[in-house]
């Protein structure tokens, strides 16, 4: 159970950890240098972050106290393991979703599917739909079907462990005009009307 909301870098810190653990299982648990490396990668993430290794640092000890990261004694290099699964409580077919969610922000169940193959190889779309229909319908959700964006073909997911995502709202009021859109359209419509009207009447044919 999520005791509060993590802040973007706790999810990155987190994600990246679920995330070399399958992709680089040789170097995990991941030193204090290789985590921060995992955080400032430039490719398959979204935002791309430029965090310092002692932000890197005071966030493990944060993740630490939600029981979510453990250290890992008995080498000269101190190094660091996630977990996620028990800590949150959930599947690790659904783990794998919110990681490649909290690295890459918001995709649809394609591209999940595709995007957690490393970590988890779901048979179809549909499987992937499936566990974020489970995790947005938690008492506490952790996921959420975004509005479907004007032109997308497909809605996107977000995760819900930094809180409520804004661009939810940003979505809806894309997806649905507002009043005054629409009563600004109909009157540029009205207008139109009129002047077909017109030129038809002065050409003496049916509009």
Known sequence: MLKRDLTPLEARVLAVL????????DSYPLSANALTAGCNQKTARDPVMD????????TVEELKSLSLLNTVSGSRVVRYEHNF??????????MALLTQL?????QTA???????????????????E??????????TPFAVKLAKAPGAREARWAHLLCGPVASVEHAVAAAQP??????????????????????AAELGIQP
Not at 51 to 58: D, G, R
Not at 85 to 94: E, H, S
């Open 85 to 94: 699964a028990r800590g949150l409580g959930v599947p690790g077919a659904a």
């Open 130 to 139: 499936g566990f974020l229909e489970e995790l947005a319908a938690r008492e």
């Open 51 to 58: 965090v310092s290794e002692a932000e890197v640092l005071a």
């Open 110 to 128: 394609a591209e999940l599917r595709q995007n957690t193959e490393r970590l988890h190889r779901f048979a179809d779309v549909s499987s992937v």
């Open 102 to 106: 909290m690295l890459r922000g918001p």
């Open 178 to 199: 507002r009043d005054e859109e629409v009563a600004l359209l109909r009157a540029e419509v009205a207008s139109l009307r009129q002047l077909v009207n017109r030129i």
């Open 18 to 25: 679920v995330e070399k653990e399958s992709t680089v299982p």
